[in-house]
C-alpha cells in the first residue's frame, strides 16, 4: 500500500507563479524526502527533512513538515518551464539513524508550468 | 562518474521469457535497491541490498530474485515474465552521511511484456 498520498494529482501554473504540492502519510518516520522526475527519466533528489525538523529551505523550494498532521508540503517559488516534471514524497521509515534506502513513495504530483 | 548505470534501456519480453535488468553504481555505496513504477502508482520497493552477500526483500518481490556479489552490481532477475511486471524499473544506490540519505537513480528500464 502506498504510504504517502499527494494533493494535487496535477497543478498547471503560469511562469512566475509559485506552486505548491502536499504529501500525507500514515504511520511515523525518520525523514521525508521530494524527488523530480522529469518525462523518461529517473528520479533526483530535491532536499530531505528530518521528523525533528519543521522547515528547510533549499534555493527556490521550501519544504514544511508536521508530524501531528503527518503531513509535508513543497513549496517552489517563482516557477520557470524547467520545473515541469513529476514531484514526489517519499517517507523513510527506518527506525534510529541508519536508512538502507527503503522508501515509500506517493504516486507524485504532475506539474505543468507554461511559459 | 557515471552514477547508477541501468541496462537495457527498453526491452519486450514474452510471457514466460527470463532476463535479467542489470544495474551497476560507481559511487561505492553499500545500499542498493530496485524499484518498479506503474502508473498511478508511484514508485514500489521490489529488493535491496545492504551490501555484498546481503539481500532482503520489499514491498513486492514475488517474480523477482536479486543477488548482490560486488559493491557495484545489483541486477534484478525476471524469472517467468508475466504481463504484470510491465512496468518501468528502477535501480537506486544510497549511502548514509551526516546530512541524511540522498538516493541516486539510474535513468529507468522499460519493460513490456506481451
Known amino acids: 500500500s502506498q504510504q504517502g498520498e499527494e494533493d494535487p494529482q496535477a497543478l498547471s501554473i503560469q511562469e512566475g507563479e509559485n506552486a505548491t504540492m502536499n504529501c500525507s502519510y500514515k504511520?511515523?518516520?525518520?525523514?521525508l524526502q521530494w524527488y523530480r522526475q522529469n518525462s523518461g527519466r529517473g528520479l533526483v533528489h530535491l532536499i530531505l527533512?528530518?521528523?525533528?525538523?519543521r522547515e528547510k529551505h533549499s534555493g527556490r523550494l521550501r519544504v514544511t513538515l508536521d508530524t501531528s498532521k503527518k503531513s509535508s508540503s513543497l513549496l517552489i517559488t517563482a516557477s520557470r518551464a524547467a520545473d515541469t516534471a513529476s514531484y514526489f514524497c517519499?517517507?523513510?521509515?527506518?527506525?534510529?539513524?541508519?536508512?538502507?534506502?527503503?522508501?515509500?513513495f506517493g504516486q507524485g504530483t504532475i506539474l505543468t508550468v507554461h511559459p | 562518474n557515471a552514477g547508477v548505470t541501468q541496462t537495457p534501456k527498453f526491452q519486450v519480453l514474452k510471457t514466460g521469457q527470463s532476463m535479467t535488468l542489470q544495474c551497476a553504481q560507481d559511487?561505492?555505496?553499500?545500499?542498493m535497491s530496485w524499484y518498479r513504477q506503474d502508473p498511478g502508482m508511484g514508485l514500489r520497493l521490489i529488493h535491496y541490498?545492504?551490501?555484498?552477500?546481503?539481500?532482503d526483500q520489499g514491498e513486492v518481490p514475488n517474480g523477482y530474485n536479486v543477488s548482490r556479489s560486488t559493491t557495484e552490481d545489483f541486477p534484478l532477475r525476471l524469472l517467468s515474465a508475466a504481463p504484470s511486471q510491465t512496468s518501468v524499473y528502477f535501480c537506486?544506490?544510497?549511502?548514509?552521511?551526516?546530512?541524511?540519505?540522498?538516493?541516486?537513480f539510474g535513468e529507468g528500464s522499460w519493460l513490456t511484456v506481451v
Open positions: 537506486a544506490s544510497s549511502y548514509f552521511g551526516v546530512a541524511g540519505n540522498t538516493i541516486y
Open positions: 504511520t511515523s518516520i525518520n525523514n
Open positions: 527533512i528530518r521528523s525533528n525538523e
Open positions: 517519499a517517507t523513510d521509515l527506518t527506525a534510529g539513524g541508519t536508512s538502507y534506502g527503503k522508501l515509500t
Open positions: 559511487m561505492n555505496h553499500e545500499y
Open positions: 541490498s545492504v551490501g555484498a552477500g546481503i539481500t
